[in-house]
Each structure stands twice: as structure tokens, then as C-alpha cells.
Nanobody, 115 residues
């Protein structure tokens, strides 16, 4: 069965950094594009970043361009999101999923940017 396990979130001050990880299992990871999504309190889930199945192509939401980097290691079935120069508006629960998103979601990992 498909499983997605996000980790690496936490509390960080504005300007700080976090590296999120998503461990995937239950499907042929290397054949799927993967994305990070986030959902802030009382807001809709939004697409943050996407990476192609081989890791050669990436896309980012305009709000995170230049600050976030998505990457993947197909030998580890893991996708990462390196987040730098964090802002309070980045506060959200972060989720990974295949792209386009399937109905299967993990628990997410909370990122809180606050002073």
C-alpha cells in the first residue's frame, strides 16, 4: 500500500532553514513526478514544488522561488525540500505526494516560522 511519511519540520525563526524529507513506499517511486504541498491554517492546500521522475526538471511556486529547492534520491525512495530564508508566511503543514496528487496523503510535517 502507498505510504508517504514526511519529516523534518519544526519551529524556526524568520530567515532560518529547514530540510524536509518524504519517505515513499508502496509504488514504483522512480517512475513518478513528486511534489511538495503545504496547507496553512484555514487556507487551501497549495502546490509548492514539483520534481520530475528522474530529478532533472523542477517547478516552484512563485512565492518560494530562489528560497526552496526540491530534490530526490531514487535509490532511497525519498524526496526532499530544502527551505532557506524562511518567512512567517511559510508556516504550514507540508505534505508530499505524487504529481498530479493522488488521494493518498501522509500525516504531513508542521513548519512554523515565528520569532
Amino acid at each position: 500500500q502507498v505510504q508517504l511519511v514526511e519529516s523534518g519540520g519544526g519551529l524556526v525563526q524568520p530567515g532560518g532553514s529547514l530540510n524536509l524529507s518524504c519517505a515513499a513506499s508502496g509504488f514504483t517511486f522512480r517512475t513518478y513526478a513528486m511534489s511538495w504541498y503545504r496547507q496553512a491554517t484555514e487556507k487551501e492546500r497549495e502546490l509548492v514544488a514539483t520534481i520530475s521522475n528522474g530529478g532533472r526538471g523542477t517547478n516552484y511556486a512563485e512565492s518560494v522561488k530562489g528560497r526552496f529547492t526540491i530534490s530526490r534520491d531514487n535509490t532511497k525512495n525519498t524526496v526532499y525540500l530544502q527551505m532557506n530564508s524562511l518567512k512567517p508566511e511559510d508556516t504550514a503543514v507540508y505534505y508530499c505526494n505524487v504529481f498530479p496528487a493522488s488521494a493518498v496523503w501522509g500525516q504531513g510535517t508542521q513548519v512554523t516560522v515565528s520569532s
